[in-house]
């Protein structure tokens, strides 16, 4: 009954690849996100998306772009996999309009090599 | 952007001891959240914010919104063991593009002494 899953939870690459993660949620959710979580363990935002809009923070570099089949999914899909990429990545949802809390998945631990 | 400053970056504490930490920014949120982060999980929601000047609890845990909405506070009555990890708070700004997308802290690591 997990709200927020994502998979894999870890996944060790080779520089260079091209790699995606898979996220899905069961609350009924209208806007699913990516973040970043850095080894300080700094949380950033990369994407937001719903129906309407898709909102890319400008420091995302265009290597990663979300997919979205459909409202309860939202992979993120990363191209020339490169070092510094290696993080936890989160996938998370909220509804919009209203309360506004968002629930995380349990992550994703990239490592390029 | 907008940022959030969250202190203090780590504490140790006694177990019993209350705990402390807060936010503050430099523009107005709408919405505070406070999260917890355990090692290898993702965040979780502990409370949540809505109104400038409300007070909530949750167990042992009390949370402010800041009347003047750019800052918030966590309070931890009689610490346990398991109140081990990394505390986040977020604001989230009005809605509508960016500014609707939760801003987060860099987080409280809190070690208990048992």
């Known amino acids: 009954d997990t709200a927020v899953s994502q998979t894999p939870k870890y996944l060790v690459t080779q520089m260079g690849n091209d790699k995606s993660i898979k996220c899905e949620q069961n609350l009924g959710h209208d806007t699913m996100y990516w973040y970043k979580q850095d080894s300080k363990k700094f949380l950033k935002i990369m994407f937001s998306y719903n129906n309407k809009e898709l909102i890319i923070n400008e420091t995302v570099p265009n290597r990663f772009s979300p997919k979205s089949p459909d409202k309860a999914h939202l992979n993120l899909h990363i191209n020339s996999l490169e070092l510094g990429d290696s993080a936890v990545y989160f996938c998370?949802?909220?509804?919009?309009?209203?309360?506004?809390?968002?629930?995380f998945g349990q992550g994703t631990r990239l490592t390029v090599v | 952007g907008q940022q959030l400053n969250q202190s203090p970056q780590s504490m140790f504490i006694q177990e019993g001891e209350d705990v402390s930490m807060n936010c503050t920014s430099s523009?107005?949120?709408?919405?505070w959240l406070w999260y917890k982060q355990d090692p290898g999980e993702g965040p979780v929601l502990l409370i949540a914010l809505y109104k400038a000047g409300e007070l909530t609890s949750n167990g042992r845990l009390t949370a402010q919104f800041g009347i003047t909405r750019k800052d918030s506070f966590l309070n931890i009555s009689a610490s346990i063991p398991s109140d081990v990890g990394i505390y986040f708070c977020?604001?989230?700004?009005?809605?509508?593009?960016?500014?609707?997308?939760?801003?987060f802290g860099k987080g409280t690591k809190l070690s208990v002494k048992p």
């Open positions: 523009s107005i949120f709408n919405t």
């Open positions: 998370a949802s909220s509804q919009v309009g209203g309360y506004t809390e968002a629930f």
């Open positions: 977020a604001g989230q700004g009005p809605h509508g593009g960016s500014q609707g997308n939760l801003i």
